[in-house]
């Protein structure tokens, strides 16, 4: 069994000259997340060979719909849950399975995989850990997940007995609410309890390449180099793959895996007639042609434009290309097009035009005034529908009649959205986060961000804070996903914050300690009372250093 590694969490287990794709993302081929690209097919010398798809979870770098659109429709897809399943079921593949149902496949002769449920992602998707058997030889994938008693319990008769472990490459901090997966340290203590004979790391940090990006809170606050030399120091360095990707494990050599660089066998064309191209997936899929795995709003005509306007010639020749895409799974239509005059692409999609509905779903507006959107749109949009006469254009006339002034309404019920409280479930997930929070302080550490302005007492009326004005020590102002908001600070709480520099909470509270003369216990209840404060009112401003 040969494991290729190759980029991101994309893994193609190799058996016997066949192809299961695990997580694919198959726009890109080397997932330098922070280099821009524009999307072509990759490792096309695997096409030929696929014996089905495995999907771990729903997130988008993982369920990536313009790398499915690449593949043939009557592919077999393994989806972890139902969310999963109906995604792909949208994407128009005929045969997929529910692994949180069907929990072991057998896609191949001789390769066996098991899906085993882990705790939900954050934002509460169902996720899983696979295994993969062949041979004797066991590859587990457990990217993306959290370590849990559960998760131990389920591993616990594999462990010293698995030839390569994928996991983690550091952490998604805290992000909308709560932590995706292991952080560093905890993908060391995993790693330290299982005892795998290799271990590999797959997943976000990896991914990363060049400066970080300025304005933007950092998500994998952990180097990879520091994750490697922490499971190298563990396990000892002999343990640890260090190839970047793309590489290729193979698992046969049972004492010593042999670890290669990946190496093509043979390229085929970009496309082909059953075959659309990387950048009509992309584009039908609502994704950015430079960014991989980012998505744009259908609404946002100035994304849109940011994103495709210097291709907009080259997405007018995909139009015939965007139209079998439209035949083969409407439901994923994620085009500008579909949002504005989706009555008017389902009319003409049930008489058949596909000739109109290609001109139409290659328009690109360029504003998204009422006058730009009828110029750049409405107008083409029409001339389409009565270059390609059928039975059906007068019916197509007055459904795109109706779509331009629902268009008009449309930009009212966006701005009342915006102003929209959050959901119920929303608040429910903030709260499980900060009771953990709570719960594991001592050993986190928090660090304040950049992106916040601290104002002394002389300059605090420039804000306006709650906090009573003769205790007023200082005030923080922070950017958070929900505005700029500010937090009045008394001088024990100014004496934490300037603790907070990557310490653990312990550490915090012991030099807290040391400086107020006040006991421990009362300090760690000061420290972590002050740190969900800041968690509950500007969640982007503190980051967690591993």
Known sequence: MLVHHLGHSFLAIEVDGNILLVDPILTHGSLRLRQPFVARWAWPELMDRICGVVVSHSHGDHLHPPSLLGLDPATTVFAFGEESCQQVTTLGFREVVDLNVQREISPVSGLDVKA?????????????????????????????????NELRSSLDGLRGHIDVAFLPAGTSVQWEGGWNQMDADAAVAFAAWLAPKRVALAGGAISMDGQ?????????????????????????????????????????????PRICAFRPKHFTAASSPSRPQALATTFFSGHDPRIPLESLAQTNVAAWNAAWGEARETVRALGPQLALLNRRCPEANCTPAQALASRTITCLARGGDDGAIASILSLLPQGDDPNSLDVSFFAPAEAAIRSHPSEKIAEALLALEVDRALSLLRREEHVMRRRAAPSQAQ????????????????????????????????????????????????????????????IGLDATELLILDLLDGRTGSDVSSALSEATGLPEDVTMSAVTTFVLRVEATMPAAIGWVS
């Not at 306006?464 to 200082?474: E, V």
């Open 116 to 148: 085993i449920p882990a705790i939900d992602s954050a934002d509460g998707v169902h996720q899983c850990i696979l295994l993969f058997k062949f041979d004797g030889h066991i590859v587990l994938d457990a990217v993306d997940v959290r370590d849990t």
């Open 212 to 256: 970080p990006m300025l304005g933007f809170p950092e998500r994998y606050p952990a180097s990879l180099h520091s994750v490697i030399k922490a499971i190298a120091e563990t396990l000892g360095s002999e343990r640890i793959i260090v190839e970047p990707t793309p590489f290729s494990v193979d698992v046969s050599k049972f004492e010593s």
């Open 427 to 486: 608040a429910d997930l903030r709260r499980e986060h900060l009771d953990r929070l709570a719960q594991e302080m001592p050993a986190r550490r928090p660090r304040l961000r950049s992106n916040h302005v601290l104002l002394g007492r002389d300059s605090a009326h420039l804000v306006a804070t709650d906090h009573k004005q003769d205790t007023l020590a200082a005030v923080l102002i922070a950017a958070s996903p929900s505005g700029i908001r500010s």
